[in-house]
């Protein structure tokens, strides 16, 4: 079909927005066409009509909104890193539309009341759409059920491991409880706490390179076991967190009815073996960066299909603390606004397709946690849109990135692929590096909490 055949016709009167020239990645396949935009949604694909806006994308690719599924804004409680306002800056500079914020603030969002703290600091101040995760603990265990229906959640997180305070739900009983308690699809930071404890001797100080002997293949695998046999149990659908083993990716395979999984383009991009003499501990996250044999065992099973989601595990700290000697430095890197840079990289390269990636950052979301109207470009959804240049050659430069931290680990890195513009709900939030004058996100709606008028 050609594209003027898509056109619906403008019975609904002038359009608000048009996209131009561009090559749209549609659900069935990319198409130089026209998208047009109205009261914020997708209004029309293909065609000739009439725009009070037209943005010319000539050379330019349009695709669905990227949303990234992990992200630690560290708002409450350690705004010297992070705060909503500067983090999702960060993700429209990178052409994110929207986050999945994580719970391990202080204090922690696992309550009501620190869900509808987030919810009010992020009206006006977060630059994209977003939702927040509830952190389950030992407390609230039988309550996540409840805590999961509120309004702007992304659902409920558990921390198996590498989590302190109430926030951590080490045993399996516990753990049970949780899973019992709710029917969305829970979200796993999967490393086994019993086996990090009996292995702390094997940190080196001042040797990052010992971080991933410390937290070995088998502090994960042991973990995402766990979680698998109680998700089986219970009959409840899991999502297990930036996976860092081919073998967990071999397992969740067979588990495919209730398990989902997520890589981070750290994973997929940097090697220990080059990475820690490097970037020393500023290449120290959770669970750890590991051997250039272990990233090429992630990627055959990207080509394997499997993955789910791309999300970058956004964990900001300041230079001063992460400069700390080892193993007092603290674990985790920014990567909301490289996320998509970095993928873009890997596709110039043919590590993956467009349309994988899409799947990945987009439709893939969408799919798995029930966001509604987004994640794809079709008439009725959301007019979110991240337009890239895929030819664009460029390096990642320190006064480019707006994270608080002021630093990333692909700092000086030239890549292949830009994002150029983010688009929210037909709003130009970011072209060429350039800000609107306001931040415009809402909270996501999901099936699972949206209550339909009517």
Request: with cysteine.
């Amino acid at each position: 079909m050609a594209p003027s055949a898509l056109f619906i016709g403008d019975q609904h009167g002038p359009f608000d927005l048009a996209l131009k020239g561009g090559s749209v990645v549609l659900p069935d396949g990319t198409v130089e066409t026209t998208v047009y935009v109205k009261d914020g949604t997708i209004a029309a694909i293909g065609g000739q009509a009439d725009a009070a806006r037209t943005i010319d994308c000539t050379g330019l690719t349009i695709l669905p909104g990227v949303i990234d599924t992990q992200v630690h804004f560290r708002e409450p409680g350690a705004e010297e890193n992070e705060n909503l306002e500067s983090g999702s800056r960060a993700a429209v500079l990178g052409g994110v539309t929207g986050v999945f914020e994580m719970p391990n603030t202080k204090p922690t969002t696992s309550t009501p009341e620190a869900v509808a703290d987030k919810l009010a600091r992020a009206k006006g101040r977060m630059w994209c759409e977003h939702a927040f995760y509830v952190g389950a603990t030992v407390d609230n265990a039988d309550q996540c059920g409840e805590l999961e229906k509120l309004p702007g959640t992304a659902g409920i997180k558990v921390f198996m491991g590498s989590s302190t305070g109430s926030l951590l739900v080490s045993e399996d009983s516990m753990l049970e409880r949780v899973l019992k308690s709710g029917q969305r699809r829970v979200a796993i930071h999967a490393e086994d706490e019993t086996r990090l404890k009996e292995r702390m001797g094997e940190r080196i100080e001042g040797d990052p390179s010992s971080h991933p002997v410390w937290r070995d293949d088998e502090t994960a695998l042991r973990a995402t076991t766990r979680v698998l046999h109680l998700a089986r149990k219970t009959g409840r659908r899991v999502h297990v967190l930036h996976i860092t083993t081919p073998a967990e990716l071999a397992l969740i395979a067979q588990h495919r009815d209730v398990a989902s999984c997520e890589l981070t383009p750290q994973h997929l991009t940097l090697a220990g073996e080059e990475a820690y003499p490097r970037l020393g501990t500023f290449a120290q996250m959770n669970p750890p960066i590991r051997s250039g044999a272990h990233r090429d065992g992630l990627w055959h099973w990207v080509s394997q299909g499997l993955p789910d989601v791309i999300g970058s595990d956004h964990a900001p700290h300041s230079k001063e603390a992460k400069a700390r000697t080892y193993p007092a430095s603290p674990s985790g890197m920014p990567g909301v606004q490289t996320l998509l840079p970095l993928m873009l990289n890997h596709v110039a390269h043919h590590r993956l397709t467009l349309r994988r990636l899409v799947d990945l950052t987009s439709a893939g979301p969408q799919r798995l946690f029930g966001l509604v109207r987004k994640g794809r470009i079709a008439v009725g959804y959301d007019a979110d849109f991240t337009i890239v240049d895929l030819k664009a050659q460029w390096t990642i430069k320190e006064e480019w990135l707006a994270s608080r931290c002021g630093w990333s680990p692909f700092t000086g890195n030239t890549i292949t692929g830009r994002p150029i513009g983010t688009i929210i709900r037909g709003n130009q939030v970011m072209w060429e590096g350039t800000l609107a004058d306001k931040a415009i996100g809402k909270p996501f709606r999901f099936d699972a909490t949206d209550r339909p008028a009517g």
